[in-house]
């Protein structure tokens, strides 16, 4: 624990977006201990008033001398501007948290989910950035980690049916579009998406690599090896669009080292931290996605074994993809590093 600030100031780059908007939402909620909280944006953006706690902050510009006072910097302005300017920020002192793919894999920057490898963390001194993992990939990891930790992970089996918010604001119009035209028995349009996304579902999430999965695929194979430090779990992913606003959610399959019942695994989850059990499938209790949005905790259900093989287990998981899966998390990391390094 240190004995440092007990205010910070806060940068938020790619505030105007689907999840900088949700990080104001969240240091908002969280009550983050803030000194200054500074909005940055394109230069489209510059002089747009965005309101938090009932004050309008006014959105400047990202450059490279934005970040001058900055403790904390909080990044969801795409790859592009991470790789460009969140160098720039740590070398003027503050410390990185970056939403996007771009320094993920980079084995100098830690990848956190604080439910999960919270250590890590303590490694943003070489560079100064902490990576936030892939939505996708930070929901399951925190329902999987209690059984890792009991039972030692050998294999994950995982498809996902991911809302169209983890596409930005253009795909939740372009699904309300679709809805609205199919409803008015008008011709459907879609520009977002290579096909109708509405009453449809996408097994194509990113761009397609060489082996034949998409790049959503891997960066759930490559996270989830980084994030538990062990490249020898078997990782195959399937990522498909389904037509619905917020929540991701998984079907995942697994196989342990050592055998734990249907029951052992909902004892574990009940108790595990970021984790709610929604698991009474006679009473019709299961995780739902249009239950998850605004909720800060994964929901986890239809716990039950592989009688397919001896070590198996399946489970449904579902998450709001731009709170836990994006806001939310770079916040928590922002929670540790002001409370144990700043
Ligand atoms: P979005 O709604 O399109 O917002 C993009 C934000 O980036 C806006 O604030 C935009 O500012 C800013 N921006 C774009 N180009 C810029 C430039 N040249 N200079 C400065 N700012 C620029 O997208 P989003 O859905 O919030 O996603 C943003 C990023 O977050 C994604 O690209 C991805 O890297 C990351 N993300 C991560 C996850 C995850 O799984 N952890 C999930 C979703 C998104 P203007 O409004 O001024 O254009
Ligand atoms: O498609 C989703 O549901 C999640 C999208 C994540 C995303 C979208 C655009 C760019 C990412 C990401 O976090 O991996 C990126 C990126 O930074 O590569």
């Known amino acids: ?5 007990n205010k910070y ?10 999840v900088g908007g949700a990080m104001l939402e969240v240091l908002e909620r969280c009550d983050f201990p803030l000194n200054e909280l500074r909005l940055l944006a394109s230069a489209r953006s510059v002089g747009k008033k965005l309101k938090f706690k009932g004050q309008d902050i006014e ?14 910097a909080l990044f969801s302005a795409g790859a592009a501007r991470s790789l460009q300017f969140g160098p720039a920020a740590a070398a003027a002192g503050a410390v990185v948290v970056d939403n996007s793919s771009g320094f993920r894999m980079d084995p100098d920057i830690p990848l956190v989910v ?17 990576a936030n993992p892939n939505c996708s990939t930070i929901q399951m990891l925190v329902a999987l980690k209690p059984i890792h930790d009991a039972a030692g992970i050998k294999r994950i089996v995982v498809s996902t049916y991911q809302a169209v918010s983890g596409s930005g604001a253009k795909a939740i119009e372009e699904l309300k579009g679709q809805v609205m035209d199919y409803a008015a028995g008008k011709k459907m ?11 449809n579902c996408l097994p194509h999430i990113d761009s397609f690599l060489d082996n034949g999965y998409t790049k959503e695929e891997m960066k759930m194979v490559n996270e989830t090896h980084k994030i538990f430090e062990d490249s020898s779990i078997g990782v195959t992913a399937t990522t498909v669009r389904v037509p619905v606003f917020y929540g991701h959610s998984e079907s995942i399959n697994i196989e342990t080292k050592n ?3 249907a029951e052992d ?15 009474d499938p006679h009473n019709n209790k299961y995780p739902l996605a249009i239950d998850c949005a605004g909720q800060f905790e994964t929901l986890v259900g239809r716990i039950r074994e592989d009688e397919s093989i001896d070590n198996g287990i399946n489970m449904w998981v ?5 709170l836990k899966g994006a806001a939310l998390n770079a916040v928590q990391i922002a929670e540790v590093v002001g409370r144990d390094y700043l």
């Open 259 to 261: 055998k734990l019942s």
């Open 1 to 5: 624990m240190n004995q440092g600030k």
């Open 189 to 199: 349009e879609n520009s977002v998406y290579p096909h109708q996304i509405a009453f």
């Open 318 to 322: 579902v998450s709001d993809n731009i």
């Open 59 to 72: 959105v400047q510009e990202l450059t490279m001398d934005a970040f001058s006072g900055i403790d904390i």
């Open 265 to 279: 695994v909902k004892e574990l989850l009940r108790h595990a931290t970021g984790v709610k059990l929604v698991d």
């Open 9 to 18: 100031n806060v940068a938020v780059a790619g505030a105007t977006g689907a």
């Open 114 to 130: 604080p439910e999960v490898n919270p250590h890590a963390i303590a490694q943003y001194k070489k560079r100064g950035i902490i």
